[in-house]
């Protein structure tokens, strides 16, 4: 059997099939290269250019392969580009997904792996958070993947689909073996902003607000390893294919760090005492979200292996510079073959 990985050319994605691969299973990708890069797909897993909304090429890919499940990735998620941009995180993140949804349904693929997100749960009174509190998102984004949701629990109880609804908190890091990280050049992530700036990749770091009522007025966030986060997605695929009843799970460790405090970590790494300057709020942005992990521990079984945020730097500084230096060698033969 094969797993259908949409958006599996971008990070979390191309860290899923890397997973899948290395379980032995079957992949085929599904992307756009909106984001996404052709080099992040590792073989033998198939890429398929294109857009997993678009009902009629997803058809096909089922007519032609087996496919048992979907791991459905791709998505727009940047907060404030949500907020800026609203009706394109709709299109993408929900109207395209209902599309997806309909030809799963309607070739009968049995199980479905949905990428969500802790924006589902807003500004929550308490945190760690658990997944049955109250769902109120504080931006498009979060409101667009909680649609999706939704839609999955209703085609789950109309039409017997079993899904993992799996909420990450924030991803970080790199595989460890070197294979694969985040390649975005303009990501807007912390860390991954922290360790460029690190490198001397930007000329410094901008704290999107100081002021919030947290222990150092900076936002709190959850950081989760990606490759422990994809393990999470075959042990859930797992838990579907046995029987598992349609699941909903936080991704998260249930330790929260403060943006001073990754930057402290992403400085004593590094060891470079980069430029930091506190400006105002950034849109849509919740004051603390750290993951309750208790059902994620107890229904799948999941532990972490790289719950370390000095780990998860380290890791992502080494990408950093592997994406450094491949991009000066490609320039190098870039400007050779000219000569030549
Ligand atoms: N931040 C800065 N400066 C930067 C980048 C980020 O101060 O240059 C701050 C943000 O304001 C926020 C924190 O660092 O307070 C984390 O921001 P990220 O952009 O790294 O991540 P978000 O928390 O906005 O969003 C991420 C994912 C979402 C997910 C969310 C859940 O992108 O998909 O985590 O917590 F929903």
Not at 34 to 60: N, Q, Y
Not at 97 to 109: D, G, P, Q, S
Not at 214 to 227: A, E, F, L, N, S
Request: aromatic fraction near 8%.
């Amino acid at each position: 059997m094969t797993v259908l990985v949409t958006g599996g050319a971008g990070y979390i994605g191309g860290h899923m099939v890397l997973a899948l691969l290395d379980a032995g299973e079957k992949a085929i990708v599904l992307d756009d290269l909106s984001t996404g890069f052709r080099s992040a797909v590792w073989p033998p897993a198939k890429l398929i250019v294109g857009d997993f909304g678009d009902m009629a090429l997803v058809e096909t890919i089922f007519r032609e392969h087996k496919i048992d499940a979907i791991a459905h990735f791709a998505a727009k998620i940047v907060v404030p580009e949500s907020v800026a941009d609203p009706l394109r995180y709709y299109l993408n993140n929900t109207t395209k997904a209902r599309n997806l949804l309909e030809c799963a349904v309607r070739h009968k693929i049995k199980h479905f792996i949905f990428s969500s997100t802790a924006a589902v749960y807003g500004e929550p009174e308490v945190n760690p958070v658990g997944e049955t509190v109250p769902l109120a998102p504080i931006n498009p984004y979060g409101r667009s993947k909680l649609m999706t949701e939704w839609m999955l629990r209703d085609a789950g109880q109309a039409y017997g689909l079993k899904y993992a609804i799996l909420r990450y908190f924030n991803v970080a890091g790199a595989d460890p073996k070197g294979r694969l990280g985040q390649s975005t050049p303009q990501a807007t992530h912390l860390i991954k902003v922290a360790v460029q700036t690190a490198l001397g990749f930007r000329p410094g770091l901008e704290v999107f607000g100081a002021d919030y009522p947290t222990r150092d007025g900076t936002c709190i966030r959850d950081y989760i390893q990606v490759t422990d986060l994809v393990a999470a997605h075959l042990m859930a695929l797992d838990y579907l294919r046995k029987g598992g009843e349609s699941l909903i799970c936080n991704c998260g460790y249930g330790k929260g760090f403060s943006v001073f405090e990754v930057i402290d970590v992403v400085k004593q790494v590094s060891g470079v005492d980069f430029n930091v300057r506190i400006s105002g709020r950034r849109a849509g942005d919740a004051a603390t979200l750290v993951s309750g992990p208790e059902r994620i521990k107890s229904v799948l079984g999941w532990t972490p292996r790289y719950d370390d945020l000095p780990a998860i730097v380290s890791q992502a500084l080494d990408w950093e510079r592997r994406l450094h230096n491949k991009s000066n060698a490609e320039n190098w033969r870039l400007t050779n073959s000219a000569v030549r």
